[in-house]
C-alpha cells in the first residue's frame, strides 16, 4: 500500500514564529520605548486585497505591534502613490513598508517598489532586497520564499546537496525561492511555461515548489518517491498547484492548502518587520 506523506503544520510552525516575534516587541518596548510598527499600502478596493492586508494589520495587532493602514482610491497615479510610499519611508515611526499586489494596471507597480527603502522592505520586492538575497547577504527575503524555507528547516528537510525543482519564475517567488534554495546549497532548477519535459524533470526532484498559479497543475506520478512537496498555489476553491492526493501518495512530506504555505507567509512578514525595528533602533 502507498504511503501517505506527512503534512507540514504551517499554522503550528508559523504560531512559533509569531511568539518569538511577540516576545522580541516587548523587549525593543522596554529598551528602546518604541513599539515597531507596519504600513500596509492598498490601491483600488480588490477585495482579496482587501483580506491579506486586513490580516496582515491583525497579525501585527495580536502581537502587540502597531499597523498603519494606508488605502488610496483605485484611480491614484503612480506619482500620488509614490508621494504616499516616499513619506511612509521617511517616517521615522514606520519600521517595515508592505505595498500589497497587484497594483491597478495603470500604476508602475515597480517604480512604487522601487521607492521602499531598502531597510524599511519587510516584503522583500525590491532589487535592493533581491540582490541581498541572492548574494546571501543581510537584508529581507522576499516573505512565501523564506517562509517554505523556515517551515522546510522546522521539519529538518535537508537541502543542502538535494535537487529542487521551482515551478514558476515570478519575480516575488519563483525566482527568489531559486535563490534561497541555491544559497542553501541546493542544485536547482527552474521551470515555467516554455520547459519542456517539465513532468520528466519534476520526477527528479527531491525537493518539488510549485508556485505556477494554476490548479493541480503538478501531477502525482510526477512525484519522485520520498520527495518533499512545498506547495504555493492558491487558486479559486482551495486548490493548491498540486493534485494533493495522489502527490501525499509518493512525497514523505507536503503541505497542505490551506494551512501549509500561507501562514508562513505572513509570519516571516512579520518577523522580518520586527528585525526592521531592531535594525533601525540599534538593536540587533
Known sequence: MP???????????????LDAAAQRVQTIKD???????????LVGADPASITYTQMKRKRCEKIGMQSRKVELPEQTT????????????????INGILLQHPAPPHVDERAAFEAIPVG???????????????????????CTPEGIVRLM???DVEIEGRHAVVIGRSAILGKPMAGLLLHRNATVTICHSRTQNIGEIIK??????????????????????GAVVMDAGYNEGNVGDVDFEPAAEKAS??????????PMTIATLIEQTVTAAERQLGLA
Not at 506523506?5 to 508559523?14: F, I, P, S, W, Y
Not at 522592505?121 to 522576499?142: C, I, L, N, P, R
Not at 526532484?205 to 518517491?225: L, M, S, T
Open 204 to 225: 527528479q526532484a527531491d525537493i518539488v515548489v510549485a508556485a505556477v498559479g494554476r490548479a493541480k497543475f503538478i501531477r502525482g506520478d510526477w512525484i519522485k518517491p
Open 253 to 262: 512530506l507536503i503541505t497542505p492548502v490551506p494551512g501549509g504555505v500561507g
Open 31 to 41: 529598551k528602546a520605548g518604541v513599539t515597531p510598527c507596519l504600513a500596509t499600502v
Open 120 to 142: 524599511k522592505d519587510v516584503d522583500g520586492v525590491t532589487f535592493g532586497s533581491f540582490a541581498h538575497m541572492w548574494f546571501g547577504e543581510a537584508g529581507f527575503a522576499s
Open 78 to 93: 503612480t506619482e500620488e502613490l509614490l508621494a504616499a510610499v516616499n513619506e511612509l519611508g521617511s517616517d521615522p515611526a
Open 153 to 155: 528547516d522546522a521539519y
Open 3 to 17: 504511503t501517505t506523506a506527512t503534512l507540514m503544520d504551517g499554522k503550528r510552525v508559523a504560531q512559533e514564529l
